[in-house]
């Protein structure tokens, strides 16, 4: 590992887990850290516990800002893991001369996104630093949540399930380059940025066999699966033409020179649900606004365990490697 901390070990990919597990794991080691789950499960298995820091540039942007996305972020966190956000921190670091009006605004944002979750913040803390200390804003949400749903787990995914997406992927990625490289686009990209507990409930409701799911933020889709492959030891082989993505992300892609399977995501998430239910799920999920694109996009096997297999339409195959590089940083 280098020396000393680079941009590239905060993208949410291959360097960013290995700053994770070379230093924060080795110190801080325990049984419920080493799942590696979005939300901690605890309390005997009642409560989700979670937390995360945002210093997304731009403060605001297309579909969403600051305070909606930290709010979205661990709720998000906490739903994932079958639980119903209920209780936040937010802890806030302000860099002195920063406009009152433009906090107020974010204020606002995360008001309205606790509203969605039916979540209320109960504690909290402010900093004020010296000009130049932090860049404007930074803010750090911590959830706790009620579990709802018990054994959601990535560890434990197997051959019966299938790989389902809930919406196109890419938009929070590419909106937040275009808005940083003041790119004008004559369409309606915007992130998608969204609480989604509301679409892990209507799933739970209706009985679906959830094995595991996680929002696909940094690293996008891409650092999502390989996770789950190395986790549960199993190879993962998606269908590239069944991959949801917009004729405008597929633009600023061509544009990077980036798979939009790597672009951070805020609003979509990776599902593996049993194959019995995996069809139903899609049409649950296809009935919420956004997600008029869910779809399976592939499935578990035995062919290269721990590692994801990317299938084109043309009967070729390659390696789905897990994002490197710096990719886009304070994207979230």
Sequence with gaps: MNKTITLAQGNGGEENNELISKVFYKAFKNDILEKSEDAAI??????????DSFTVSPLFFAGADIGKLAVCGTCNDLAMMGAKPKYLTCSVIIEEGFSTSELELIVSSMK??????????????????PRGSVDKI????TGIGEVIKKGISSNNITQDDLIIVNRDIGCHGATIFSAREGIEMSSSLKSDCESLFAQVKALIDANINITAMRDATRGGVSAVLNEWSRQSNICIEVQEDKIPVSDEVVGICEM?????????NEGTFVLAINKEDAQKAVEILKTFQNCSNATIIGKVTDRHLKRVI???SFGTSRFLETPSGELLPRIC
């Design 310 to 312: 990317l299938n084109s």
């Design 138 to 141: 930074f803010i750090n949400t």
């Design 112 to 129: 309205k996104e606790l509203e969605v979750n039916g979540a209320i913040v109960v504690s909290g803390d402010t900093k004020v630093v």
């Design 256 to 264: 990077l020179g980036f798979e939009a399977t790597a672009l951070a």
């Design 42 to 51: 605890i309390h005997n298995g009642e409560l989700a516990f979670s937390t």
